[in-house]
């Protein structure tokens, strides 16, 4: 189990795509173990990329879990998912997905291996971004930077005004 | 007065002898009745005595009675000598007694006069007591009043300074509490109106930035702000 969650984790970095693909997984070995006829590609509900990451995920990773063992083990990976170092970080824009990988990497390579993003947005903050870790919430935005330097900022406005 | 001295007199000599009389015709009548009861039985030397005794008895009665006789004129001379020395005397006490009365009218009058000399004196002294007296009382009060009116004035005079002080230290904590307010006001004022400046240029910004910024000067924003977490320590 401890392995499926490290595989999944190697190229997934945030919390939506983690549970996107271990639904997918999910899906994917229902139809396998129990024989239905779902095809997820055809249906139009998984994405390009994580249909991508499926296809190429090891048979031999899967190929232990049984009709019994699979309800026990998705739970499992469930409860792990939720011990898992979540890095919250609020966005002003929307960032492409090859972005928030780099991103993601980014953050495991300075900070640590077991963190995975969730990308949240507020445009309030203009630039830059907002985390919260640990439940503590810090602004690093631009929005923070104007309400640091109010004074200035005013003081050279009111100095060009008069 | 004088003249009852006389009949008085005369009456005191003659009741004794009256009473001598009285006695001695009794116990004649009483020999009498036993002289003739006696001589009937035995007249004799005892009844010729006997009768002797009785002109004897009647001898001395006649003797006393012109005695008596004597002695009643000899004592109404005398009562009347005594009644005129009495009245003699009684006409020189009366005399003196009237010089006496005299005397002590003058005494009296003298002494009266005196009196009445005396309490005038003691009038008049007391007249200009009194007068003295109301100079001095109507000074004192006179003093007094001016002492009242004195301490009036002064207690007037504080009780105004203090009033004029208390309104002018109201007056000046109003005037600092309307400053202070307005101050406050001021602030406020500013205040608002630099939240309303950074809003205004939030929203400029926003607007701006989102025209002006690329994906990936917002992406080199966000590496900035994950460089910035990890000097800070933030996430360990």
């Keep these: 189990m401890d392995t499926i969650l490290d595989t999944i984790l190697t190229n997934t970095y945030t919390l939506s795509r983690l549970n996107k693909r271990v639904r997918l997984l999910n899906q994917s070995l229902s139809n396998k173990l129990y024989s239905a006829k779902f095809d997820l590609s055809k249906q139009g509900l998984v994405e390009k990329q994580d249909l991508d990451w499926l296809n ?33 970080l609020y966005l002003a824009l929307e960032q492409p997905e090859d972005e928030i990988e780099n991103i993601g990497k980014y953050v495991r390579q300075n900070f640590n291996q077991n963190i995975i993003l969730d990308i949240k947005l507020d445009p309030s903050l203009l630039g830059g971004c907002a985390i919260v870790w640990n439940g503590i919430y810090r602004d690093y935005s631009i929005r923070k930077k104007i309400e640091e330097e109010k004074v200035t900022i005013l003081a050279t406005l009111k100095a060009f005004l008069k | ?177 309307s400053r202070q307010l307005i101050d406050t006001y001021k602030l406020e004022q500013i205040k608002l109106i630099d939240e309303n400046i950074i809003a205004m240029l939030e929203k400029t910004l926003s607007i701006v930035l989102n025209k002006k910024l690329t994906l990936k000067d917002h992406a080199d924003l966000v590496y900035e702000a994950l460089e910035k977490a990890k000097v800070e320590k933030f996430i360990i």
Excluded at chain 1, 80 to 87: F, M, P, S, T, V
Excluded at chain 2, 37 to 46: F, G, I, V
Excluded at chain 2, 137 to 166: M, P, S, W
């Design chain 1, 56 to 88: 190429n995920l090891e048979i031999g990773l899967i190929e232990n879990i049984t009709t019994d063992s699979f309800n026990s083990i998705f739970k499992d990976l469930s409860e792990r998912i939720k011990q898992l170092k979540i890095l919250v």
């Design chain 2, 1 to 177: 007065m004088p003249e009852l001295y006389g009949p008085k007199i005369i009456l005191i000599l003659a009741l004794p002898l009256g009473i001598l009389l009285f006695i001695l015709i009794r116990k004649l009548i009483t020999v009498k009745i036993y002289t003739s009861s006696k001589q009937e039985e035995a007249p004799d030397e005892k009844t010729l005595v006997f009768h002797q005794a009785i002109q004897k008895a009647q001898t001395i009665l006649g003797e006393t009675q012109f005695q008596g006789n004597k002695i009643v004129e000899s004592s109404g001379l005398q009562t009347q000598k005594i009644e005129e020395k009495l009245n003699q005397e009684i006409d020189r006490d009366i005399k003196k007694l009237d010089e006496f009365n005299q005397k002590q009218q003058q005494f009296l009058e003298a002494q009266v006069s005196k009196a009445s000399k005396s309490y005038e004196e003691y009038l008049d002294d007391l007249r200009k007591l009194i007068n003295q007296a109301q100079q001095d009382n109507q000074q004192v009060v006179r003093a007094k009043v001016n002492e009242i009116f004195e301490g009036f004035e002064q207690n007037l005079t504080d009780f105004l300074t203090r009033t004029q002080e208390r309104s002018v230290q109201a007056v000046d904590l109003e005037l600092r509490a």
